[in-house]
């Protein structure tokens, strides 16, 4: 500390001087003037003792700005005597700075409540027109992920109307661990590095066969096909694509199910990702939020889901218990259902989503993205 305060006054005293200097140089002040301001910063001389002896245990300064008041003179000592007000507080400039404003040094540790009686005090008694802390400023928290640069949409509001200004919000938290965020969804792929340590184990509600049994007729090759993991509901919230090749969309065509060819989307994988991707962590893009642990809950196969299969999975990840299935031992805060269902919303839907509520969860749901009047 000792060391820091002795290398802040070797560099922040002779700049003081050379601003002073020059002042008093274009003001003509007295020469009388010189050997009593040299004497006060001059660290070599006799401040030098005044530095490691007064200040020996532990130095603290603080760093404030003031712009004197019209009338007085801050290349002259007497202006600097006259800030100080306390004994025990003393006041000394550092340099001059833009705005015929002076940064300025308080030695004597004083409190913060002390520092505001005294900026109070030069205002009323009309030293200052202005005295306040000289506030450290850090650079806006900008994550270093790769990507993160074609990110947009977490940029300040420049980027774009729905830009989120991340950066902004990041200076003031990047989460908590204290936070579930429940993600409904096709899972989630347990092997991508932007959740390391912050998948909790999840559930897979896709129901398999079942909406085959309501048909005469199951074709073998059908079976689970959109569970596409080989069961129907357990344990594992991993997803295992969604693809439809050619020959599997013809063969559902034939069982009048649609389910266009598509590749496989990881719808659930890219929602975890834009909510919660791990940030600043040098791999990939960046998430909104660095901390929240990220419970998956699978609730879509292949040719999309079952809206029992969601409200189910909505209920389960709120921490509504059901006795059919194992307790959910850490129930999410926060719902995101980035879903839609091709019409309006009904008593069930209500229903589950009031349980989830009632349990203390956030629905966060997508809406509006087919354009249309949500009236209709
Ligand atoms: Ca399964
Ligand atoms: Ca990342």
């Known amino acids: 500390m000792l060391q820091t305060f002795l290398s802040y006054y070797s560099s922040a005293w002779p700049r003081a001087c050379q601003t002073l200097c020059g002042l008093r140089q274009s003001t003509l002040t007295p020469l009388l003037f010189l050997p009593v301001f040299l004497l006060s910063i001059n660290p070599t001389s006799r401040d030098k003792d005044y530095v490691t002896t007064r200040h ?87 994550p270093d992920d790769p990507l993160y640069e074609l990110q947009w949409n977490l940029a300040d509001a420049t980027s774009g109307a729905a830009a989120l200004n991340m950066p902004g919000a990041w200076d003031i938290t990047i989460g908590s661990s204290d936070v579930v965020i429940g993600i409904v969804d096709t899972g989630v792929r347990f092997d991508n590095q932007e959740f390391t340590g912050r998948l909790l184990p999840g559930y897979d509600f896709v129901s398999g066969i079942n909406e085959f049994r309501t048909r005469q007729r199951v074709p073998e090759e059908l079976n689970f096909i959109k569970a596409h993991d080989g069961d129907g509901r357990d344990t594992d919230a991993s997803d295992p694509g969604d693809g439809v090749d050619a020959q599997l969309s013809a063969t559902m065509q034939a069982e009048d199910l649609t389910c266009p060819q598509q590749e496989s989307t990881w719808h659930g994988t890219a929602m975890a990702s834009l909510i919660a991707a791990n940030g600043n962590d040098g791999f990939g893009m960046t998430g909104v939020d660095w901390s929240a642990r990220i419970l998956p809950v699978r609730a879509i196969g292949k040719c999309g889901g079952r809206r029992s299969d969601l409200l189910d999975a909505i209920r389960w990840a709120a921490g509504v218990n059901d006795p059919a299935l194992p307790d959910n031992p850490t129930p999410a805060r926060i719902i995101n259902l980035s879903l839609g269902i091709d019409d309006a919303c009904t008593a069930s839907d209500q229903q589950a989503i009031d349980d989830a509520v009632a349990m203390g969860a956030l629905i966060v749901a997508a809406v509006g993205n087919l354009g249309r009047n949500l009236d209709e």
């Open 56 to 142: 020996q245990i532990p130095p603290q300064v603080q760093q404030i700005l003031l712009k004197p008041a019209n009338g007085h003179n801050p290349a002259k000592p007497d202006y600097w005597q006259a800030l100080q007000v306390s004994h025990n507080i003393e006041v000394l400039p550092i340099r001059r700075m833009s705005g015929s404003a002076w940064v300025a040094a308080l030695h004597g540790s004083p409190s913060a409540s002390a520092t505001q009686n005294l900026f109070r005090t030069w205002q009323s008694r009309d030293l200052v027109d202005y005295a306040e802390n000289d506030s450290v400023v850090s650079i806006a928290a900008i």
